[in-house]
């Protein structure tokens, strides 16, 4: 056997669904009923030990919803997530403690992750304290994960405040906070879209770095294919709250299967990461979670569209290594 997808499922998502109920209290003052959000509405994802996903679609489409539901920061409306073999939502205690360390997460804004009035010591040695790690292991750990992340000499950044550091470095550190617990899982939230172009090469190199040097399984959230293809081997992409493509990455960006992957492939030009964007070429049309057309979730954007597409949603099809969830396929 070889590749990641052989081995053991680290992560089993089946049928989760998200919904988020909205503007209940004004609209309830001027009779109007709350809105559903279906931010995530039915997606299934398995993640193999040290496989490394990216989860790629336009703003709204339920990323960041799909990431915390892994890390159990928020509770599924529907379906079920395993870790490790454990039904998440069913730890507590010791238990739901073990998971919170070994399951981490990266956040989009460095400048909001950390306290500004905290030092870069006290932002560090804060997880290590609710984790209830001896203190007498803080300083090497914190020692390594500095080193990890290339921040070696500690010494120069730990009295520091947040707004002392680069953009650059504060990520970096964002980075060596999560690493603190020996997660076996991280989820990466946009890591780099509010950094500099000419940091985010290095910043993506040590995320690639840390995972391979851990053999981290990994979940990489991205709107940009560029990016995701720099970091990822297996792409996910989703489009309004549901999975319409998943496969390894480059036979993806080669062949695309989805009409919406084929508009976002469209919109990458080079694999260069700072190269900016052609605009999708299926118009804006920005997708509405909360009134999601029948059938097909992409069918009134998509050039291809033909009557079952509004009837029926597509089921998975499996092609080789990729599954796509198309009626052209299915
Ligand atoms: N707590 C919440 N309450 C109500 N609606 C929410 C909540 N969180 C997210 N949503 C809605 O769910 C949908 C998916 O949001 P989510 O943040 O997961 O998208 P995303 O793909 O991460 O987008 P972006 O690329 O902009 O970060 C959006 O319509 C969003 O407005
Ligand atoms: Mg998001």
């Known amino acids: 056997m070889s590749g990641p997808r052989a081995g053991v499922p680290l992560i089993e998502a089946e049928d989760v669904a998200m919904h988020f109920r909205v503007g209940s209290a004004l609209s309830a003052l001027v009779g109007?009923?709350?809105?559903?959000?279906?931010?995530?509405?039915?997606?299934?994802?398995?993640?193999?030990?040290?496989?490394?996903?990216?989860?790629?679609?336009?703003?709204?489409?339920g990323k960041t919803t799909m990431g915390r539901l892994l890390l159990r920061l928020l509770r599924p409306s529907a379906g079920r997530i395993r870790f490790d073999g454990e039904d998440i939502a069913a730890l507590s205690g010791a238990g739901l403690r073990r998971f919170r360390a070994r399951a981490q997460m990266i956040f989009q804004n460095p400048f909001e992750a950390l306290n500004p009035r905290f030092t870069i010591a006290a932002a560090l040695a804060e997880p290590l304290e609710n984790a209830g790690i001896p203190r007498?292991?803080?300083?090497?750990?914190?020692?390594?994960?500095?080193?990890?992340?290339?921040?070696?000499?500690?010494?120069?950044?730990?009295?520091?405040?947040?707004?002392?550091?680069?953009?650059?470095?504060?990520?970096?550190?964002?980075?060596?906070?999560?690493?603190?617990?020996?997660?076996?899982?991280?989820?990466?939230?946009?890591?780099?879209?509010?950094?500099?172009?000419?940091?985010?090469?290095?910043?993506?190199?040590?995320?690639?770095?840390?995972?391979?040097?851990l053999g981290l399984t990994a979940i990489y959230i991205s709107h940009d294919l560029a990016l995701v293809r720099y970091v990822c081997e297996r792409t996910v992409v989703m489009y309004l709250g549901r999975v319409v493509e998943d496969g390894p990455t480059e036979a993806m960006i080669e062949d695309p299967l989805h009409p919406y992957t084929r508009a976002l492939v469209?919109?990458?030009?080079?694999p260069d990461p700072d190269q900016s964007h052609a605009p999708l070429p299926i118009g804006r049309g920005a997708p509405d979670a909360r009134n999601p057309p029948s059938g097909c979730r992409f069918r009134d954007r998509c050039p291809l569209a033909h009557d079952r597409c509004a009837a029926e949603a597509p089921r998975p099809t499996r092609i080789g290594a990729r599954t796509v969830y198309c009626h052209l396929h299915g």
């Open 136 to 213: 007498a292991e803080w300083a090497g750990r914190i020692e390594r994960a500095m080193e990890l992340v290339r921040l070696p000499d500690p010494g120069q950044f730990l009295a520091r405040r947040p707004h002392q550091l680069s953009g650059g470095q504060l990520q970096r550190v964002v980075m060596a906070r999560a690493l603190l617990l020996d997660p076996d899982f991280v989820v990466a939230d946009e890591p780099v879209s509010m950094l500099d172009v000419s940091v985010r090469a290095g910043v993506l190199n040590v995320f690639r770095e840390v995972r391979a040097r």
């Open 32 to 61: 109007g009923r709350p809105a559903l959000v279906r931010a995530v509405d039915g997606v299934s994802l398995t993640l193999m030990r040290g496989e490394s996903v990216g989860l790629l679609g336009e703003s709204g489409c």
């Open 266 to 270: 469209a919109a990458v030009p080079t």
